[in-house]
């Protein structure tokens, strides 16, 4: 063998080694993905006396910093953000994959888009990613993808309510999805039972543990009396409460919603928490408290109850386990072939 193919081979075994050490990745995802990607172009004027001269400067845009700076100022305006965006990207991403189709307002053919699926028509805060959006398109056109604003942004909003305690590391590089269809959303109910629940989340690559911390996500947010109302007067047509709930919660809650209210309940009733992302949420759960059918049910289950105790205890660290499940979280069904998809000049409409 001559040096020149054994020099090749040692070039390229060092290579491969290098490239397994070069930062964190799953596919085409990867932790700062947006380095040096959006590079922002100034023209400055200079004059003095006769002369006039003219100066082009190029500098780096913080992609994740310029989302951080956003949802500081949007956080700071409405603390509910976090649950708004916690619920945008769960129900972007187990719809057809995190790839911004839940954003898209109108379909060219007039068909409904996902925005407009029942499960979607109290999702909230699209202004803020369209802020955000715009500040890019503004600084670097054509870089910065919907999908990717949304899982940042989401981050961001968790970072802050937590006081900065859960701060994950987001992959990026994600496409935008060409395609949005109401016909196509098909969410976990929240009174599915805990072996549906599992079944639904390993159909997207998520485990049993990923589930319950996910699901720590109702930490934060209201829920409207519909979705529990049975728990209350009428649990599995008994004409009674469910026994499974705490009964001086189901005194209070009967309060806020009498039979038929379109009002809504904290879904964390600990005081002076419910808008923050803790695992008092599980501390709760244990002590039946938990609001919707499914939230309750993880603490009773065979399945999931050692995990919810475990998390309660703080045995197991919420705040770690939360960011490395949405991470996975944020892997689903995503785009990355150029082919598929885009990089939306609007997030609510395709190019």
């Known amino acids: 063998m001559n040096m020149n193919r054994i020099m090749f081979r040692v070039y390229m075994g060092i290579a491969i080694i290098f490239m397994g050490l070069s930062g964190e990745c799953y596919g085409a995802l990867k932790n700062g993905y947006y380095s040096l990607k959006c590079m922002s172009t100034t023209t400055n004027r200079e004059s003095s006396g006769s002369w006039t001269r003219t100066r082009t400067v190029t500098s780096s845009v913080d992609v994740e910093q310029t989302v951080r700076t956003a949802m500081k100022q949007a956080y700071n305006d409405d603390a509910s953000i976090v649950a708004a965006l916690l619920r945008m990207q769960f129900h972007d991403c187990f ?9 898209i307002d109108r379909n060219k053919n007039g068909a409904a888009t996902e925005k407009r699926a029942g499960a979607n028509l109290s ?5 803020i990613i369209d802020d955000i959006k715009n500040i890019f398109e503004t600084q670097c056109p054509n870089v910065v993808s919907c999908a990717d604003i949304i899982t940042m942004a989401t981050r961001d909003a968790v970072f802050f309510s937590s006081s900065g305690e859960i ?46 911390y996910l ?35 189901v005194s209070r809650l009967k309060l806020q919603c009498p039979p038929g209210s379109l009002s809504s ?57 939360f960011g490395e499940a949405m991470v996975k979280m944020g892997r689903i069904g995503v785009i990355t072939d150029a082919t598929k998809g885009e990089i939306r000049k609007f997030c609510r409409a395709t190019n």
């Open 215 to 249: 699901l720590g996500g109702h930490s934060v947010g209201v829920s409207e009396c519909t979705f529990f109302e049975d728990r209350l007067y009428n649990f599995g047509g008994s004409n009674r409460a469910d026994p499974t709930m705490d009964s001086s919660l």
């Open 123 to 127: 999702v909230r805060g699209y202004e």
């Open 265 to 321: 309940a904290f879904l964390d009733q600990t005081p002076r928490s419910s808008m923050v992302i803790d695992k008092s949420f599980y501390n709760q759960l244990i002590m039946k408290r938990g609001v919707l059918a499914i939230d309750q049910k993880l603490a009773n289950d065979a399945q999931t109850k050692s995990i919810v105790s475990a998390l309660a205890k703080g045995s197991v660290d919420f705040r770690q386990k």
């Open 167 to 212: 701060d994950y590391g987001v992959e990026n590089g994600r496409l935008d999805g060409k395609e949005s269809k109401a016909s196509n959303v098909n969410l976990p109910s929240t009174k599915i039972s805990v072996s549906d629940s599992i079944k639904a989340f390993q159909q997207k690559g998520l485990g049993v543990n990923d589930m319950v």
């Open 95 to 103: 719809v057809k994959g995190c790839d911004a189709s839940i954003l």
